[in-house]
């Protein structure tokens, strides 16, 4: 049986996401479940770079490392390799909704990824956005990791609660 599979998604794909696709990667293995965590841009704004030099400092100050991460845009094949896709802001949801509607037609009887913000099942911050930290300051990229982290735990949960992993 392959491994349940999330897809964390953003604009760029150089700040948020694969910030969140680390830390989750990272809570998922503490709790040990077997899941499969990428990330990837709405946007070919950066096709294979390594995440923002900012987030890339504050993730390793707590332990991350987005060294070999490379960004890259979603693809259609997306909806049909992963099991979820979360979104970081609602502008992401609403681009992933479309896309999602795409590939319902080009994908006809397969089973397709589910969609959900990141903060879905956070408490502390249901359905919030992931904030973008690319044009503020250092207290921007400290704030995604803190919303990732929490909002990872919450997927942990979730997860375990579902049976998955």
Not at 107 to 115: M, N, T
Not at 117 to 142: R, S
Request: glycine content about 4%.
């Amino acid at each position: 049986m392959k491994p349940y599979r999330v897809l964390c998604v953003c604009l760029g794909n150089i700040c948020r996401s694969p910030t969140a696709e680390e830390v989750l990667r990272h809570i998922l293995k503490q709790h040990h479940l077997n899941i499969v965590v990428d990330s990837a841009g709405t946007s070919n704004y950066h096709p294979n770079a390594t995440p923002d030099s900012r987030s890339q400092a504050h993730a390793k100050r707590r332990g991350y490392d987005l060294s070999m991460l490379k960004a890259r845009q979603i693809k259609l094949n997306d909806w049909v390799d992963f099991d979820l896709i979360l979104a970081m802001d609602l502008d992401n949801l609403k681009d992933l909704k479309r896309l999602q509607q795409q590939a319902v037609l080009s994908f006809k009887d397969v089973p397709l990824a589910k969609l959900a913000l990141m903060t879905e099942h956070d408490l502390t911050q249901i359905k919030q956005p992931i904030a973008d930290p690319y044009y503020g300051g250092d207290d921007g990229f400290e704030r995604v990791l803190n919303q990732c982290e929490s909002a990872s735990h919450a997927w942990a949960t979730y997860f375990k609660q579902q049976h998955i992993g």
